[in-house]
């Protein structure tokens, strides 16, 4: 019985390719594999055809590399250091870093272009994270609100309850 001497399968599909050709290596005919499995007898027969090209290797689940990356690795390195300079460093209103701004300072400093949505993705990626801003006016006074809170509300709040109790 001829084993294999490679690490454990990686999922199912490849349990099963590799155990067809345990079977063959058996003697095993490959209709009897074929049912012995599940599969079709020409399932089999391309399994064992790459197994006998390119070795019991070529029976592995292969990984697909996907698209090569916009930017390199040591440009993705320099994100969080022009982030620490700050936002307002980069000619931006305020120190929050958004999705949209940070997309422009990758675009002005690599000259790559990112979907904002793809851009947190990057981020998380070197240890940051995009933040909203919150939405307040920027006239607002918190020493005023907290005194009609203090003051003025309890008399409204008192009068709400006669009226509707």
């Known amino acids: 019985?001829?084993?294999?001497?490679?690490s454990p399968p990686r999922d199912w599909r490849e349990?099963?390719?590799?155990?067809?050709w345990e079977l063959k290596q058996q003697g095993w005919q490959q209709r009897t594999i074929a049912a012995a499995l599940g599969v079709t007898p020409g399932a089999v027969s391309q399994w064992l055809k790459r197994a006998a090209e390119g070795g019991v290797a070529a029976l592995r689940t292969r990984l697909r590399p996907g698209p090569t990356p916009k930017l390199t690795p040591e440009q993705r390195a320099r994100i969080p250091e022009l982030l620490?300079?700050?936002?307002?460093?980069?000619?931006?209103?305020?120190?929050?870093w958004t999705a949209p701004r940070v997309a422009s300072v990758i675009e002005r400093e690599f000259?790559?272009?990112?979907?904002p949505a793809h851009v947190?993705?990057?981020l998380r990626a070197?240890?940051?994270?995009?933040?909203?801003?919150?939405?307040r006016a920027t006239q607002r006074d918190e020493a005023a609100i907290?005194?009609?809170y203090a003051e003025r509300w309890p008399a409204l709040k008192k009068g709400l309850m006669k009226k509707g109790g």
Request: charged letters at 20%.
């Open 120 to 122: 947190s993705r990057l």
């Open 111 to 115: 000259g790559v272009r990112y979907h």
């Open 84 to 96: 620490a300079r700050g936002a307002e460093a980069s000619g931006f209103v305020g120190e929050v």
């Open 126 to 135: 070197v240890g940051w994270s995009v933040q909203k801003p919150i939405r």
């Open 1 to 6: 019985m001829a084993t294999t001497t490679l």
């Open 146 to 148: 907290a005194a009609w």
């Open 15 to 20: 349990a099963r390719r590799l155990r067809a």
